[in-house]
């Protein structure tokens, strides 16, 4: 990761202690837009997957056009995910029943970065004509 650091000239001439404390301002700041965003997710949800349909369906009303705003309309949608413990049974169905192409490998990048990070800490060599691999040295706060 790189930065313009013409953007970051106000942590210029600080002292190691009013950079960290800065640093931690900034992950108070971080922190409480994160659950500010939630709190926000949460309406938005509510809103427009309970609220709003229970009341069109209600009222009988399948589009609204509002001024300002634009027409508003139900869709219907739904969650799907493979229950606990069925993965391999549920992608030999798939195979079974000529859905095999819905299959894909994949690697969870979280799993992927520890792994490698693991190898370099044991002195592995890293495949690096398969993956891009950029260290870098960041500071972390741990709350006293």
Same mark, same amino acid.
Do not use: C
């Given at each position: 990761?790189?930065?313009?650091?013409?953007? %970051?000239?106000?942590?210029? /001439? &600080?002292? &190691?202690?009013?950079?960290?404390?800065?640093?931690?301002?900034?992950?108070?700041?971080?922190?409480?837009?994160? !659950?500010? =965003?939630?709190? @926000?997710?949460?309406? %938005?949800?509510?809103?427009? @997957? $309970?609220?709003?349909?229970?009341?069109? !369906?209600?009222? /009988? @009303?399948?589009? &609204?056009? +509002? !001024? *300002? +705003? *634009?027409?508003?309309?139900? $869709?219907?949608?739904?969650? +799907?995910?493979?229950? !606990? *413990?069925?993965?391999?049974? %549920?992608?030999?169905? =798939?195979?079974?029943? /000529?859905?095999?192409? =819905? @299959?894909?490998?994949? +690697?969870?990048?979280?799993? &992927?970065?520890?792994t490698v990070k693991g190898m370099v800490k044991s002195g592995e060599e890293v495949p690096d004509e398969f993956l891009n691999v950029n260290p870098f040295t960041r500071a972390s706060i741990t709350k006293s």
């Amino acid at each position: 990761m790189s930065f313009d650091t013409q953007e %970051f000239t106000k942590y210029d /001439g &600080l002292t &190691l202690v009013e950079l960290v404390r800065s640093m931690r301002l900034i992950q108070t700041k971080k922190e409480e837009a994160e !659950e500010a =965003l939630k709190e @926000i997710n949460r309406n %938005f949800d509510f809103l427009r @997957i $309970t609220k709003i349909p229970q009341v069109m !369906e209600d009222e /009988g @009303i399948t589009r &609204l056009a +509002v !001024e *300002g +705003v *634009g027409r508003v309309s139900l $869709t219907a949608d739904m969650h +799907v995910s493979i229950k !606990e *413990g069925q993965k391999e049974s %549920f992608y030999d169905w =798939l195979k079974d029943n /000529g859905r095999a192409d =819905l @299959i894909q490998a994949s +690697v969870n990048p979280s799993t &992927l970065k520890a792994t490698v990070k693991g190898m370099v800490k044991s002195g592995e060599e890293v495949p690096d004509e398969f993956l891009n691999v950029n260290p870098f040295t960041r500071a972390s706060i741990t709350k006293s």
